[in-house]
């Protein structure tokens, strides 16, 4: 098993471009998240989906978009990139919906917007 | 409110010393968990232990231990005998059946020096 995968690893964007940060899992978790994670601060939830079909806001979800594609895969959508977006982000998924299951990461993507 | 405090921003210590990483959370919910993750320096999060609010045991695996108290809502992290390999951040979570989302704490840089 791969577990949860994410692409690309890094990313530079000049202001104003758009791109899409992929993520797939292979463990038939039900729930994925994204997240962003910058220096001092943890991380902080962008938009998570708990089940095929639904997708909801997390803490801090203006500039993204989000697609749950399948049960896969869940892709997060920068549309007009922003400096402030410069981040490290995480996919995550568990097993079950609205759980107390731990949560299972992959490897991040780190972003930079000149 | 819900909120995760680590106080500690970062701990240096030298190999071989224990060493206890801070975790206070705050929730009015009765029923939530407690989460501990490490971020070592190639940047993945890993999920270390999930502890609920009913269940004050300490726990033990091997180097690490948790010692959960519920009267100083505080979910303290130690490691015996630390090793270089240590080093990482730590990050203390938080969850409840308001929302099923982890609220994070900032995270507590620790450095073990050979």
């Known amino acids: 098993n791969a577990g949860v995968t994410q692409t690309p690893k890094f990313q530079v964007l000049k202001t104003g471009q758009s791109m899409t940060l992929q993520c797939a899992q292979d463990?038939?978790?039900?729930?994925m998240y994204w997240y962003r994670q910058d220096p001092g601060m943890g991380l902080r939830l962008i938009y998570y989906s708990a089940s095929e079909g639904t997708t909801d806001k997390g803490e801090v979800p203006n500039g993204y978009n989000v697609s749950r594609l399948n049960k896969r895969e869940f892709s997060l959508r920068l549309e007009s990139a922003a400096p402030s977006q410069t981040s490290v982000y995480f996919c995550a998924s568990k097993v079950g919906g609205y759980s107390y299951n731990e949560q299972f990461f992959g490897p991040g993507t780190r972003l930079t917007v000149l | 409110a819900q909120k995760v405090t680590q106080a500690q921003t970062e701990i240096s210590v030298v190999e071989k010393e224990d060493v206890t990483l801070d975790c206070v959370y705050e929730?009015?919910?009765?029923?939530?968990?407690l989460f501990w993750y490490k971020q070592p320096p190639s940047g993945e999060l890993v999920f270390l232990i999930r502890r609920n609010s009913f269940d004050e045991q300490n726990e033990i695996s091997g180097r690490y231990s948790w010692n959960f108290q519920k009267s100083t809502s505080s979910f303290n992290f130690t490691i015996t005998a630390s090793q270089v390999v240590d080093s990482a951040v730590y990050f203390c979570a938080l969850l409840t059946d308001s929302n099923y989302q982890l609220i994070w704490g900032a995270g507590t840089k620790l450095i073990i020096k050979p």
């Open positions: 463990m038939n978790h039900n729930s």
């Open positions: 929730t009015r919910d009765t029923t939530y968990y």
